[in-house]
C-alpha cells in the first residue's frame, strides 16, 4: 500500500484530534483556510445525516465543514478495524451497515466548492471502534502517562521541569522535549481533548498544567515523552448568583476578588456534584499539603498519607467518572467551583468542570478573600494543588 493511502488512515484513526483552529477565517480577506479533511481526492469526516433513497449521506469534518457524499451502485463500501491504518484487514460491507456517527473516508474527485463528492470507494470506522479504541487509548494514558505543572523551562536543551502530585507528595520530573515529540495546547475557551490544537515547544510556560504520554527512567527522575498536551488553567468559585439552563449560562461570585464571573457550559462541560466520601478525600489531601507547606516531617494526627495510586490526578478522575449533573439542578446561593482555560476576559469563562459539593473546603479561601496567593489554579480557594486545576483529560 502507498505511503499516502497509509496516511489516508492515519487521517481517519486520529480525526478525532482537533484542527478546528486552522479554519479561522483571514481577518484581511475573510477567506476561510483550508479544511485539511478535504482534499481533491478525498473528504473525511462524521456521518450526520444518511438518506438511502436519495443514495447520499452528509460528513461534518472535525473544523465544522459539511460535505455531501453522492453514493452510486458502483461505490465500494470497506469497514477497517480499530486501530489499523492500512486495508490489509478491510472487509467490504453492505452501504446499509454504515451509521449516523461512524467515521469515514469517502474518496472521489471532490466538486470545487468542497461541498460535495461522488464517491468511488467509502472507508468505514465505525462510531463503536472509535469508542473502543478510545478506551484502549485512556487506558495507555493510565499507564504510562504522568499530570502536573510546569516550574522551569530550559530552552537550551529543550527540557521543562514539572512537579507531579502523588500520594508521597510533590515530586520533581524533568521531560527531554524532542523535535519527535508530539505537543498539543487547549485554546481559550475549549475544553475537551480532542480540541486541543497543535503547538510548539516555544508555546510551553512556567505554571502550565501539562499532561504527558511516555517512559520514566530507571531512577523515576526523568520522563521520555512521546506526546505532551498543555494548558493555561484557571478556576473559579463561589456563590451562584443565576442559572439560565436554556443558554447555558450561570454566574457566580468569584471568592478571589467578589467580582462576578458568567460560565458558558457547553455539551462538552463536565457537571459533577461531588458526593461526601470524596469530599472527605479532598480534605485528607488538603490537610497533607498544609502539612507539607508548613514543613511538617510528620503526618498530621488522624490524617494518613494518600495511598499509592491515589495522587491528586487520581481524585479528579473520579470526579470525572461521577454522573453528569443537569444545569438546572444548581440552585441560586449554591457554592460551586469551575476550572476553565485562561482566556482574554476575566469576566467570562467555558466551564470544563463544573463541581457543587465543595463548599466546606472553600469557606477559608471566602474569609481570606484578596489576600491569599496561589502557585496553582485553585488553591487560593482552598483546594488541593492539582485537583480539577488542569483540565488536561487522557483521551
Do not use: C
Amino acid at each position: 500500500m502507498g505511503k499516502s493511502l497509509v496516511a489516508l488512515f492515519l487521517l481517519l484513526a486520529h480525526a478525532y484530534v482537533g484542527v478546528a483552529h486552522g479554519q479561522a477565517a483571514d481577518a484581511a480577506s475573510g477567506v476561510p483556510q483550508a479544511d485539511p479533511d478535504i482534499t481533491a481526492a478525498r473528504v473525511s469526516g462524521e456521518v450526520v445525516t444518511i438518506d438511502p433513497a436519495g443514495k447520499q449521506m452528509t460528513l461534518k469534518t472535525v473544523a465544522g465543514s459539511v460535505v455531501v457524499v453522492a453514493l452510486d451502485d458502483r461505490t465500494e463500501y470497506l469497514h477497517i478495524p480499530p486501530g489499523e491504518v492500512t486495508l490489509e484487514k478491510a472487509v467490504s460491507i453492505p452501504p446499509g451497515s454504515i451509521g449516523v456517527g461512524d467515521r469515514v473516508i469517502a474518496r472521489g474527485k471532490v466538486a470545487q466548492d468542497k461541498k460535495s463528492v461522488p464517491a468511488r470507494q467509502v472507508i468505514v470506522m465505525t462510531r463503536a471502534d472509535l469508542m473502543l479504541k478510545g478506551e484502549r487509548e485512556r487506558e495507555e494514558w493510565r499507564r504510562r502517562g504522568i499530570a502536573g505543572r510546569i516550574t522551569e523551562i530550559r530552552l537550551a536543551q529543550r527540557e521543562v521541569v514539572a512537579v507531579l502530585r502523588s500520594g508521597a507528595g510533590e515530586q520533581q520530573i524533568v521531560l527531554g522535549v524532542s523535535e519527535r515529540v508530539a505537543l498539543r495546547r487547549f485554546a481559550a475557551g475549549t475544553v475537551k481533548y480532542s480540541d486541543a490544537r497543535p503547538s510548539s515547544f516555544e508555546e510551553l510556560k512556567v505554571g502550565d498544567h501539562i499532561r504527558a504520554l511516555g517512559e520514566r527512567s530507571p531512577d523515576g527522575l526523568r520522563y521520555t515523552p512521546e506526546e505532551i498536551i498543555s494548558g493555561s488553567f484557571r478556576m473559579v468559585g463561589g456563590p451562584v448568583k443565576a442559572v439560565d439552563a436554556a443558554a447555558g449560562e450561570l454566574t457566580i461570585d468569584n471568592l478571589e476578588d467578589g467580582r462576578s464571573v458568567t460560565v458558558s457550559v457547553t455539551k462538552d462541560s463536565m457537571l459533577r456534584r461531588v458526593p461526601l466520601d470524596l469530599v472527605a478525600l479532598i480534605t485528607q489531601r488538603k490537610a497533607q499539603d498544609d502539612a507539607a507547606t508548613a514543613g511538617r516531617t510528620r503526618p498530621l494526627l488522624g490524617v494518613q498519607p494518600a495511598p499509592a495510586g491515589q495522587a491528586n490526578a487520581d481524585i479528579q478522575e473520579l470526579i470525572e467518572r461521577l454522573p453528569q449533573m443537569p444545569l438546572s439542578e444548581l440552585r441560586v446561593g449554591e457554592t460551586i467551583v469551575v476550572s476553565s482555560t485562561s482566556g482574554p476576559d476575566p469576566a467570562q469563562v467555558t466551564g470544563i468542570i463544573v463541581a457543587a459539593g465543595l463548599e466546606s473546603l472553600l469557606k477559608p479561601a471566602k474569609a481570606a478573600r484578596g489576600t491569599l496567593k496561589s502557585t496553582s489554579a485553585g488553591t487560593s480557594l482552598g483546594l488541593p494543588s492539582g485537583v480539577l486545576d488542569g483540565g488536561t483529560g487522557a483521551p
